[in-house]
C-alpha cells in the first residue's frame, strides 16, 4: 500500500474513533483537526458553522491558531472564501495564499519559508442539501501538490462532520426539551407544595402552616412529628418548596423500606467491590441531594449503628462512601419524620440521645385527623372533587347521612385512611351524590351502634327514604315538586313522606 494511502486510511480510522468515543460535538472536532495535522500536515485547520439566526459564520474549533482569534473572528455569508464557501455550497482551493485577494487572513499572517508557499482548502459541510459550515486548512507546499485527494478526502471528513452536526442538534433539542419539561414540572411542585394550597383551616393547622413559613428559608434541620398518614411528607415537600433551595434536588429516603446493610447504602453509597453484588459505584442519597433537601422517613426505625453515621453527617456534613475511604462533603438540608415516641425510644436504649438533639432543632407536630374535625369535611370534599374527575364520574356532593358518618369516625389511619375511604365511595357511587351506602364497612359500623340491635328491615328502608328524600330536597333547593320529579313520585305522597318522618324542620 502507498504510504499516502496508508496515511490516509490512518486518518480516517482516527476520525472515526473520534466520532465513536464521544457525543460532545466540540471535543470530536478537535479531535479531528489533530489528526489531520497529524497525518497530514494540515498545520492550521478551522471547522466554521452558520449560525442560521443572526446569518453569521462562527468558528466551532480551531486548530493552530490563538483562542482571542477563535472567539473574536466571524464571517459573513460571502465574506472572504470561507464565506463564499458556504455562501455557493463548492469548495475552493487556493495554491498560495499571497496571490489571491479573496484571502483576508482574519485569523492571523502565516510566516511563510522561504522557497515554499502556503495552499488554502475550504470544503463545505452539507447537511440534507443545506450548507452548515465549512472546514479549511493551511497546508505547506511545494511545487507539485495533489490538491484534488486532498479536497476528496476533506470531502469525505465534511460528510462525517455533517451527521455529527445533525446528531448533536437532536442531543441539543432533547436536552432543551428536558430542561423546559423539568422547569414545568418544578413549577408544577412549586404550586403544588404552596403553604396556601394545603388542606384545613383548624387552629391546628393554622400553626403548622406558621412554623413551615419560619423555618423554610433557613437550613435548620426539621424534626416532623404526628401519627401515621397525617401528612408528614406533604410538610417536608412545603419546607423544601418554599425554601432557598426549591430549585435543587429533593430527596425522600422510607427508612422502613429497607434493611440496615441496603440503606447504609442507599444513603451514602458504596464503591465497586463493596460487597457481594456491587458490581459498580453507586452514588448515595446524600450525594444525590448536594444542594438540596434530603427527607428521612421514619427515622425512628434507624438501627443505633446507622444513628452513629447519621450524627456524623448532620454535624460535620460528610460521609464516607460504603468500602470507600474518600471523604465526601455534602451540602445538603435534612429533614426527619417520625411517628414514633422518641423519647421513649431514649429511655429504653432504641434511639440515641445525642442523636436526638441533633434533630430536635426545630420540631413541627402535625396533629391526628381528630383532633381537627373542622377538617374531615374540607379533605372529603377535595378527594371527591379529584377521584371524580380521574375517574369520569360527575359527583356533586356528599348526603348528610354519609356526612355525619365522616364526622363521627375517629380515623385511626388519619388523612390517608379518608383518602382511601373517598376514593372507594367514589368508585362504588353510581350517582351524582355519594351516600352512607357508599361508605366502606369500618364507617358503616358506626352507624350500627347507634341504631338498636335486631333493628327490622322496614326500618332500615325507612332510614334509606329519608336519605333520598333529604338528598333530593337539597338538589333542589327545598321545592317538594321538582324532588318529586326527581324521586318518580308524586308531590301528595313525598308530602306525606316529609310530614311521617319530620323533615320539614330539617
Not at 73 to 95: A, F, M, N
Not at 124 to 131: D, F
Not at 170 to 175: A, C, N
Amino acid at each position: 500500500m502507498p504510504k499516502k494511502l496508508a496515511r490516509e486510511v490512518e486518518l480516517l480510522a482516527d476520525v472515526a474513533k473520534a466520532f465513536a468515543e464521544s457525543l460532545n460535538l466540540e471535543a470530536t472536532l478537535e479531535s479531528i483537526l489533530k489528526s489531520l495535522d497529524t497525518h497530514l500536515k494540515f498545520e492550521r485547520g478551522v471547522i466554521t458553522l452558520l449560525n442560521p439566526d443572526s446569518e453569521m459564520i462562527n468558528i466551532k474549533v480551531a486548530h493552530g491558531i490563538t483562542e482571542e482569534s477563535k472567539k473574536a473572528v466571524t464571517y459573513r455569508v460571502g465574506e472572504g472564501i470561507t464565506g463564499l464557501v458556504v455562501q455557493t455550497g463548492k469548495e475552493v482551493v487556493v495554491p498560495d495564499i499571497r496571490l489571491d485577494r479573496r484571502f483576508l487572513a482574519k485569523t492571523g499572517d502565516r510566516e511563510i519559508p522561504t522557497g515554499r508557499k502556503i495552499a488554502f482548502m475550504c470544503v463545505p459541510i452539507k447537511l440534507e442539501g443545506q450548507t452548515v459550515g465549512a472546514i479549511s486548512v493551511d497546508k505547506k507546499v511545494g511545487a507539485e501538490e495533489d490538491f484534488n485527494s486532498h479536497v476528496r478526502l476533506l470531502g469525505v471528513i465534511a460528510t462525517m462532520i455533517a451527521q455529527a452536526v445533525k446528531l448533536n442538534k437532536s442531543i441539543e433539542s432533547d436536552k432543551r426539551q428536558l430542561r423546559n419539561e423539568n422547569e414545568r414540572l418544578l413549577r408544577e411542585l412549586k404550586t403544588k407544595f404552596k403553604v396556601q394550597n394545603m388542606i384545613g383551616t383548624s387552629n391546628a393547622m393554622q400553626e403548622v402552616y406558621r412554623l413551615i413559613h419560619q423555618v423554610a428559608n433557613s437550613n435548620a434541620t426539621v424534626l416532623i412529628r404526628g401519627e401515621s398518614g397525617t401528612g408528614k411528607d406533604l410538610v417536608a415537600h412545603a419546607i423544601h418548596y418554599n425554601s432557598l433551595r426549591s430549585n435543587k434536588p429533593f430527596i425522600k429516603v422510607n427508612c422502613t423500606a429497607l434493611p440496615d446493610t441496603l440503606l447504609e447504602s442507599e444513603l451514602f453509597g458504596h464503591e465497586k467491590g463493596a460487597f457481594t453484588g456491587a458490581v459498580e459505584r453507586k452514588l448515595g442519597r446524600f450525594e444525590l441531594a448536594h444542594g438540596g433537601t434530603i427527607f428521612l422517613d421514619e427515622i425512628g426505625d434507624f438501627s443505633i449503628n446507622l444513628q452513629v453515621k447519621l450524627l456524623r453527617v448532620i454535624q460535620f456534613r460528610e460521609f464516607e462512601r460504603v468500602g470507600g475511604t474518600e471523604t465526601i462533603k455534602s451540602n445538603v438540608r435534612i429533614i426527619v419524620a417520625t411517628n414514633k415516641n422518641l423519647e421513649e425510644g431514649i429511655q429504653n436504649k432504641l434511639f440515641r440521645e445525642d442523636l436526638y438533639y441533633r434533630i430536635n432543632v426545630f420540631p413541627i407536630f402535625i396533629p391526628p385527623l381528630r383532633d381537627r374535625k373542622d377538617d374531615t369535611m374540607l379533605l372529603a370534599d377535595f378527594f371527591v372533587e379529584r377521584y371524580a374527575g380521574e375517574n369520569g364520574k360527575s359527583i356533586t356532593r356528599i348526603s348528610t347521612p354519609a356526612i355525619e358518618m365522616l364526622t363521627s369516625y375517629h380515623w385511626p389511619g388519619n388523612v390517608r385512611e379518608l383518602e382511601n375511604c373517598i376514593e372507594r365511595a367514589v368508585l362504588v357511587c353510581d350517582g351524582d351524590v355519594i351516600r352512607s351506602d357508599h361508605m366502606p364497612p369500618s364507617l358503616q359500623m358506626i352507624q350500627k351502634t347507634r341504631r338498636t340491635d335486631g333493628l327490622a328491615l322496614t326500618d332500615r328502608v325507612a332510614n334509606l327514604e329519608k336519605e333520598l328524600i333529604v338528598d333530593a330536597l337539597k338538589k333542589t333547593g327545598g321545592c317538594q315538586r321538582r324532588a318529586a320529579v326527581e324521586l318518580g313520585t308524586t308531590e301528595r305522597i313525598l308530602g306525606y313522606k316529609i310530614q311521617k318522618y319530620n323533615l320539614l324542620r330539617r
